[in-house]
């Protein structure tokens, strides 16, 4: 069983010393109380405990925290630069993405990762990248509409 001493969390080497084969969200949740990822299945299955791990989506509920020490972590409250919400995060707010709130946080950080791989994805490639998230409150339209307001495109609300 390895120990892990130190992680680098949003831009931040944070010291601790944990089992290695500890899911990433625990550490995550109970000892950084980082506790915006969320604990929805428990299985990787939900996205609602969604990182970011060197750029790339991770279910952080069934990542063992060894095998991304040494890597680049970044949670829903690594997103905000000198206090301002990311670019993402407001458009969720300006197109009202988010009813519960439960699912945010991974569907936000999902969608940053796709933005910044491809600045200006379709609306199937944006419903690609986030199938996987659920949204226990049926909120898909108008995350989708977020993600491309986002990234500068739009689509009309229904009326």
Do not use: W
């Amino acid at each position: 069983m390895a120990t892990v001493e130190s992680l680098h969390v949003n831009g931040v080497v944070r010291a601790l010393q944990t089992d290695g084969a500890r899911p990433l969200l625990d550490v995550l949740r109970e000892d950084l109380q980082l506790t915006g990822s969320k604990y929805g299945c428990g299985e990787g299955q939900c996205g609602a405990c969604t990182v970011l791990v060197d750029g790339k989506p991770v279910r952080s509920c069934i990542t063992p925290v060894e095998s991304v020490a040494a890597k680049a972590i970044r949670t829903i409250e690594g997103l905000e630069n000198e206090g301002n919400l990311h670019p993402v995060q407001e458009a969720f707010i300006r197109e009202e993405a988010m009813q519960c709130g439960y699912c945010v946080p991974g569907m936000i950080l999902s969608a940053v990762a796709l933005l910044e791989a491809t600045p200006k994805p379709s609306e199937g490639e944006i419903v690609r990248a986030l199938d996987g998230n659920l949204c226990r409150c049926c909120g898909y339209p108008n995350i989708v509409r977020a993600v491309l307001s986002a990234s500068g495109q739009s689509k009309p609300q229904p009326r």
